[in-house]
């Protein structure tokens, strides 16, 4: 049987694009630049959320919910945000339509709104217009929310989760007394993206501080996790930014602290978004499909009857099997795939093809020998189970796969983190390489950018750990205080 | 301590308004008609959505998420939908601001849209057009589909929770083979709100058919479940539509049936949103505050301690006894309110403005005789209850509290059911007292409407149960086939 997707040693961002599509991850809508999240891409990004989500609240946060709405005059009220989202927002101009005897439906030009509104591209402006209400003291310190929402930025060249006009995130947003507190807020979250990506994912990730002219909009410091994916380009899966006392005076947020003197708080917000299941492709998938981690895989264990219509009787045993498994292990995520108009040669390749991480066929013959094969998504190893060993087996091979997932991406990312001493060699690496390049930079933004232009690489943080020692920069030979992470990105 | 709440029989509208903004339910946004649901109140609707989720998933029906925005075409293919949704929608028209000299900040005359966009106030027509790539056979039927999602409808008068420009809820889309099973869909759907109204939410509704008047934009049946609130008004609280073939053929969606013959599916829409948040508040409310059920309230137990700085070293005691607590029963949700600023009746008030079903108060003394005084929220009861007896004790009391506020809002709700066979006493009830009214129509939409124009009282449901023998309509005087449910409604 031909496989539908295209090999990614032909065309990688084909072999992405078929995978979303073959995977019943997501597909185009006829909204220029938003998704349809087909149900099996929901429960994953679903499966992600719920994980992140009691992480959020298990570190003090709160949920909460602001409009999806925003004033054009409250985005406009920090100077750099408006700069930052201006170009790429949706407009509501009007709230009616009207039925026209020319044109049939219109928009009504008697209901334009006195001011736009924008479909939020991210909530700081709205967020903090409430928090003006709702901080008056000390005591009110610090302010952790959370929020769970879609946003709009108006993109130009869209890609199925790494960067669509619509999306899903959560964005964090807090209020703290000192700047120091502040900082630790925006690092604490970091990590937990590191987590988040490295212990659930399966991603390696390295975190960092974006250089200024890679921060968001409004923000004084902007920390990174940064992932490589297969083809070499470096992608962005979560922010956390120190955003000073930016927000807090642009919407006049003071509070009275323990001696009675006004201030202003300062601010942190993080997001991580839909964008993750692009790392989740990107980063563990083969020719065959998905290779999804058995912590966030919807199906962890497919179970594909090997029976004919003149077995067929047997099939009650298959799922007595299958019932005593889930008593045994009622977190398990099982699916009995046993339409009997399919053969198991294509289900086989169906279920790889979404990336479950095991399967198991039982035949009339395993039913005799009281086994069963299982197969590994990760490595294809098959396995014969006795039927009494799968209750203890199955949680040891899902954490194997767990394992080996992670531990094949970071070979990967090892292998392609490579340092850069010239320019030559810089520039050979970049472009015909790809991925990470540890090197020397003289900390200006003129140096970022002609590096930029040359090579398409960009800065994609200074990393927290590795290589601290100054140098030389690779591309101006002026001092540098360390080696900062390179790569081309999405 | 004067009671920040105007009590429901001065003026309930205020009562309401008050309960939302003190208990930190929802407060007003900058945008018009769009809240902020603060975080007690998303905690209570992350309560709803959680058990309702499950539900969903439980019925075989799966989440995926579609586009926030609809092209204007879209809407205008359903001829009813477009007539119901097109007065009252948030249309984009621009993809970008600009800087302008003289005005600041502006819409970038240039970035107009070749077509608008609709921010969706319902998702049929975008799910729809999807449906049509889904279903290319039979055997891809029935397709049951779920999203929970943001929607926008402009409306003129809006409140917190009841009518909201932007609000959230499920929406579930559902294809079928015929017209039978859509219509089983759509009254099963309705069960599980009725059961999640009743039996988690503890509001009593009665099910049943709108009058084709009443119906959703594009249906062919709606089915309802409704509410008495305590003002004697009632509320729809969720609806369940057989949209027969209306979507299916206004977006061609046609699959081969098993003799190879094309078919035109049926379809089913179903939905409840925070509305359900403003029955929640409307029916067990009293003039201390929220009552909420325990099923769903984000705290089932507060513990106040009753200490003070010379008795603050038995706090560790009363730590103690919580964590005991809390590793017998795993799934309670308490709440310490061991802040040493706030006296004990400040919490007291605090925590029954928010509707706690049940409060721990322990002091020194309790501490000695091994007891701690329980206060039930429902009915105001204090019980002396030895520590050892707490693991029992309280979900028992949980469950009787649930229990109490069905039976409290039943009772209410079936004194205000009355039945009226004149027109003037019709009159009388619906316009002095409220309340549900059971009373004979023609079944003509005329009645319908003069009925409304003299007492704006419409047709809620036709009930599924209750007295079904025919009569004569209480209006017109004309033949009827039963009595059907009227009141005055939000």
């Given at each position: 049987?031909?496989?539908?997707?295209?090999?990614?040693?032909?065309?990688?961002?084909?072999?992405?694009?078929?995978?979303?599509?073959?995977?019943?991850?997501?597909?185009?809508?006829?909204v220029?630049?938003?998704?349809?999240?087909?149900?099996?891409?929901?429960?994953?990004?679903?499966?992600?959320?719920?994980?992140?989500?009691?992480?959020?609240?298990?570190?003090?946060?709160?949920?909460?919910?602001?409009?999806?709405?925003?004033p054009?005059?409250?985005?406009?009220?920090?100077?750099?945000?408006?700069?930052?989202?201006?170009?790429?927002?949706?407009?509501?101009?009007h709230?009616?339509?009207?039925?026209?005897?020319?044109?049939?439906?219109?928009?009504?030009?008697?209901?334009?709104?006195?001011?736009?509104?924008?479909v939020?591209?991210?909530?700081?402006?709205?967020?903090?217009?409430?928090?003006?209400?709702?901080?008056?003291?000390?005591?009110?310190?610090?302010?952790?929310?959370?929020?769970?929402?879609?946003?709009?930025?108006?993109?130009m060249?869209?890609?199925?989760?790494?960067?669509?006009?619509?999306?899903?995130?959560?964005?964090?947003?807090?209020?703290?007394a000192?700047?120091?507190?502040?900082?630790a807020?925006?690092?604490?979250?970091?990590?937990?993206?590191?987590?988040?990506?490295?212990?659930?994912?399966?991603?390696?990730?390295?975190?960092?501080?974006?250089?200024?002219?890679?921060?968001?909009?409004?923000?004084?410091?902007?920390?990174?996790?940064?992932?490589?994916?297969?083809?070499?380009k470096?992608?962005?899966?979560?922010?956390?930014?120190?955003?000073?006392?930016?927000?807090?005076?642009?919407?006049?947020?003071?509070?009275?602290?323990?001696?009675g003197?006004?201030?202003?708080?300062?601010?942190?917000?993080?997001?991580?978004?839909t964008?993750?299941?692009g790392?989740?492709?990107?980063?563990?998938?083969?020719?065959?499909?998905?290779?999804?981690?058995?912590?966030?895989?919807?199906?962890q264990?497919?179970?594909?009857?090997?029976?004919?219509?003149?077995?067929?009787?047997?099939?009650?045993?298959?799922?007595?099997?299958?019932?005593?498994?889930?008593?045994?292990?009622?977190h398990?995520?099982?699916?009995i795939?046993?339409?009997?108009?399919?053969?198991?040669?294509?289900?086989?390749?169906?279920?790889?093809?979404?990336?479950?991480?095991?399967?198991?066929?039982?035949?009339?013959?395993?039913?005799?020998?009281?086994?069963?094969?299982?197969?590994?998504r990760?490595?294809?190893?098959?396995?014969?189970?006795?039927?009494?060993?799968?209750?203890?087996?199955?949680?040891?091979?899902?954490?194997?796969?767990?394992?080996?997932?992670?531990?094949?991406?970071?070979?990967?990312?090892?292998?392609?983190?490579?340092?850069?001493?010239?320019?030559?060699?810089?520039?050979?690496?970049?472009?015909?390489?790809?991925?990470?390049?540890?090197?020397?930079?003289?900390?200006?933004?003129?140096?970022?950018?002609?590096?930029?232009?040359?090579t398409?690489?960009?800065?994609?943080?200074?990393?927290?750990?590795g290589?601290?020692a100054?140098?030389?920069?690779?591309?101006?030979g002026?001092?540098?205080?360390?080696?900062?992470?390179?790569?081309?990105?999405?």
């Open positions: 049987m031909a496989s539908p997707i295209t090999p990614r040693s032909t065309d990688f961002s084909a072999w992405y694009n078929d995978l979303v599509a073959h995977a019943d991850l997501a597909e185009h809508s006829p220029r630049g938003c998704m349809v999240v087909r149900p099996y891409g929901w429960a994953v990004w679903e499966a992600i959320r719920d994980y992140f989500d009691a992480r959020i609240k298990a570190t003090g946060h709160v949920n909460a919910s602001f409009p999806l709405f925003i054009q005059s409250f985005l406009a009220k920090e100077a750099d945000h408006i700069e930052g989202f201006a170009k790429e927002c949706a407009v509501v101009t709230y009616r339509l009207k039925t026209d005897p020319k044109h049939g439906v219109i928009v009504d030009p008697e209901a334009a709104l006195e001011e736009p509104l924008i939020r591209p991210t909530s700081e402006t709205i967020i903090w217009h409430s928090f003006q209400q709702w901080i008056r003291s000390y005591r009110d310190l610090p302010l952790l929310i959370n929020q769970w929402a879609n946003v709009v930025r108006w993109e060249r869209t890609r199925p989760f790494l960067r669509t006009t619509e999306f899903f995130w959560q964005e964090g947003h807090t209020a703290h000192s700047a120091e507190e502040a900082d807020e925006a690092r604490t979250m970091l990590e937990e993206y590191r987590v988040l990506a490295e212990d659930i994912m399966a991603v390696p990730v390295i975190p960092g501080v974006k250089s200024p002219s890679e921060r968001f909009a409004g923000a004084t410091q902007t920390y990174t996790i940064e992932g490589l994916m297969q083809d070499g470096a992608l962005q899966m979560g922010t956390s930014h120190n955003l000073g006392q930016n927000f807090g005076r642009a919407f006049d947020v003071t509070y009275t602290d323990a001696n003197e006004l201030q202003t708080p300062y601010a942190t917000s993080w997001g991580v978004s964008r993750l299941m790392a989740l492709i990107m980063v563990h998938s083969d020719d065959q499909g998905l290779r999804l981690p058995p912590r966030i895989a919807p199906v264990l497919v179970v594909v009857p090997i029976i004919t219509e003149k077995t067929a009787s047997r099939l009650p045993e298959i799922h007595a099997i299958v019932e005593g498994l889930q008593q045994e292990l009622p398990l995520r099982v699916k795939d046993d339409d009997m108009q399919q053969r198991p040669g294509y289900k086989f390749a169906e279920w790889e093809l979404r990336g479950v991480p095991l399967r198991m066929a039982v035949g009339p013959r395993d039913l005799d020998e009281s086994a069963v094969e299982l197969t590994r990760d490595t294809g190893e098959k396995l014969q189970v006795p039927v009494a060993e799968l209750a203890t087996r199955i949680p040891q091979l899902l954490e194997e796969i767990q394992q080996t997932l992670y531990a094949q991406a970071r070979e990967y990312r090892d292998a392609m983190t490579r340092t850069a001493d010239t320019w030559e060699e810089f520039q050979r690496v970049i472009t015909e390489e790809r991925g990470f390049v540890l090197a020397h930079w003289d900390g200006t933004a003129e140096t970022e950018d002609a590096i930029k232009k040359a398409k690489a960009t800065i994609r943080c200074i990393p927290f750990a290589d601290a100054p140098g030389v920069c690779v591309y101006s002026q001092p540098s205080q360390r080696r900062v992470l390179f790569a081309q990105a999405y």
